[in-house]
């Protein structure tokens, strides 16, 4: 496969200004992620941002990012574009999409995220994790893949929510928001308008569900600090070995 990954950025963000650009252990925390996606040593990383100042930092610090519209309402709508005007010839087969406020994540699960697509009818790949947190279960912040096994370390999505579910004995899956794209089904996706129940869940992938998409997910051993306000940027700090 050729692959390319995408990192999304903006420096807009409301519970942490200019997140993006947050100081970890003297690198911005986007740096943190081209670092770590680059470590992965899967295909060529790319950060594609709307802020000038983001891809200042990115490229002073030896890594290559792209400018795309500030009108994106989504991750997705932005590394499509990226995806347009960096292989316009359409070369790249697998489109990698980490988020960039992920600055601890193993390069290991950038590189799981890819296993699903040994089936030929995966559209898009993704990754869970066992949540063994009681409090996680009920945390409607903690989305969770409701599906059937299709191997050792892998689901087939059914649905993703954020209630409890699914209902009786068995584990319950903590879903982690890194995608793998094949081409087509990103431009797939991308076309389509948002759904009734993306809408009612705030969950984008509920969208290719609805449309008749396949999602399978891997199952990996952590789930990687995603850094949303100050005290996830501490915690990343001290991953770090900064001193808090």
Same mark, same amino acid.
């Given at each position: =496969?050729?692959?390319?990954?995408? @990192?999304?950025?903006?420096?807009?963000?409301?519970?942490?200004?200019?997140?993006?650009?947050?100081? @970890?252990?003297?690198?911005?925390?986007?740096?943190?992620?081209?670092?770590?996606?680059?470590?992965?040593?899967?295909?060529?990383?790319?950060?594609?941002?709307?802020?000038?100042? @983001?891809?200042?930092? $990115?490229?002073?610090?030896?890594?290559?990012?792209? =400018?795309?519209?500030?009108?994106?309402?989504?991750?997705?709508?932005?590394?499509?574009?990226?995806?347009?005007?960096?292989?316009?010839?359409?070369?790249?087969?697998?489109?990698?999409?980490?988020?960039?406020?992920?600055?601890?994540?193993?390069?290991?699960?950038?590189?799981? $995220?890819?296993?699903?697509?040994?089936?030929?009818?995966?559209?898009?790949?993704?990754?869970?994790?066992?949540?063994?947190?009681?409090?996680?279960?009920?945390?409607?912040?903690?989305?969770?893949?409701?599906?059937?096994?299709?191997?050792?370390?892998?689901?087939?999505?059914?649905?993703?929510?954020?209630?409890t579910a699914p209902w009786g004995e068995g584990p319950l899956f903590h879903h982690v928001g890194l995608y793998a794209y094949r081409r087509a089904s990103l431009e797939r996706f991308v076309t389509l308008g948002p759904s009734?129940?993306?809408?009612?869940?705030?969950?984008?992938?509920?969208?290719?569900?609805?449309?008749? =998409?396949?999602?399978?997910?891997? @199952?990996?051993?952590?789930?990687?600090?995603?850094?949303?306000?100050?005290?996830?940027?501490?915690?990343?700090?001290? =991953?770090?070995?900064?001193?808090?």
């Open positions: =496969m050729s692959i390319l990954v995408l @990192i999304p950025a903006r420096l807009a963000s409301t519970r942490l200004p200019q997140k993006a650009l947050a100081d @970890i252990a003297g690198r911005p925390m986007i740096v943190r992620v081209a670092e770590r996606a680059t470590a992965a040593d899967i295909g060529r990383v790319v950060i594609a941002t709307d802020s000038q100042e @983001i891809l200042d930092a $990115v490229v002073s610090a030896g890594y290559e990012a792209v =400018m795309t519209s500030v009108d994106h309402q989504s991750g997705s709508d932005r590394i499509f574009e990226a995806l347009q005007g960096l292989d316009p010839d359409g070369a790249v087969e697998t489109i990698v999409n980490v988020q960039g406020d992920l600055p601890t994540i193993e390069p290991e699960a950038i590189r799981q $995220v890819l296993a699903p697509f040994e089936d030929p009818r995966c559209d898009i790949a993704t990754l869970g994790v066992a949540i063994t947190d009681a409090e996680e279960k009920t945390n409607p912040n903690v989305v969770k893949i409701v599906g059937s096994p299709n191997g050792p370390s892998r689901l087939r999505a059914l649905y993703f929510t954020r209630a009734t129940l993306e809408n009612r869940e705030k969950l984008e992938q509920l969208r290719a569900l609805e449309d008749g =998409m396949r999602i399978d997910a891997e @199952i990996i051993d952590t789930v990687p600090l995603g850094v949303d306000g100050p005290a996830d940027l501490e915690r990343a700090r001290i =991953m770090y070995g900064v001193e808090p």
